[in-house]
């Protein structure tokens, strides 16, 4: 199957510091790829969508200010969170959809661990 | 809106039980309806799918059919081993083509 990488795999930080998650498909062309964010033990929770060059779709209740998502090539969409606090600690988990519409598989990456100090 | 209802965890069971997780969902449409496992701390894997009424979708010795009269689409496996704990989603995307993902249940096989 297509596979989705994604950078870093874990990373901390301290409060008030920004991180940015990159997410690629290796493989395919994902014209949208979309950012998810799991909590211990929970289902996912969609953030946002992300077309490419275009702005990306937040769900409501997300901070769009706070989390940037950038999809500036049909293989790397990235995630950055701005001044980040304990509570933005999350398993934040991305995922590409193909070009063509006849496939609506999504494509998982493998999730990066952020903890914010 | 789409939602989906999956049965709740946490599962256990001994090595070659029998595996019964349902699920049960609600969409306007034709969903396509998936099934996903997520290893311990790691992203999602798709286990299995199905995009129209009646069919199967089979992985690893897992099933699930796709049940428009129930709205179900409950996935099962003959003999579960120890390698099979994780926590399980079902999902179903709409038109749109995002995904809907049920609470996930988290199995544990005891050998």
């Known amino acids: 199957g297509a596979v989705v990488s994604q950078h870093p795999s874990r990373v901390i930080c301290k409060s008030g510091t920004s991180v940015k998650i990159e997410c690629r498909s290796l493989d395919f062309q994902a014209t949208t790829m979309f950012w998810y964010r799991q909590f211990p033990k929970k289902s996912l929770m969609l953030m946002a969508t992300s077309n490419e060059g275009s702005k990306a779709t937040y769900e409501q209740g997300v901070e769009k200010d706070k989390f940037l998502i950038n999809h500036a090539s049909l293989t790397l969409s990235t995630l950055t969170v701005t001044s980040a606090h304990p509570e933005d600690s999350s398993f934040y988990i991305c995922?590409?959809?193909?070009?063509?519409?006849?496939?609506?598989?999504?494509?998982f990456g493998p999730g990066t661990r952020l903890t914010v100090t | 809106g789409n939602s989906v209802t999956q049965m709740e965890g946490p599962v256990t069971l001994s090595e070659e039980a029998f595996l019964t997780i349902n699920c049960t969902y609600t969409?306007?449409?034709?969903?396509?309806l998936f099934w996903y496992v997520q290893y311990p701390g790691e992203g999602l894997q798709l286990l299995l799918k199905?995009?129209?009424?009646?069919d199967k979708g089979s992985n690893k010795g897992f099933e699930a059919t796709y049940r428009k009269e129930t709205t179900s689409f409950h996935l099962e496996k003959g003999s579960v081993q120890v390698s099979d704990s994780a926590v399980y989603f079902c999902?179903?995307?709409?038109?749109?083509?995002?995904?809907?993902f049920g609470s996930g249940t988290q199995l544990t096989v005891l050998p």
């Open positions: 969409a306007t449409g034709y969903p396509s």
């Open positions: 999902a179903l995307a709409g038109s749109a083509r995002q995904l809907t």
């Open positions: 995922s590409g959809l193909a070009a063509d519409p006849r496939h609506y598989e999504q494509y």
């Open positions: 199905a995009t129209k009424a009646d």
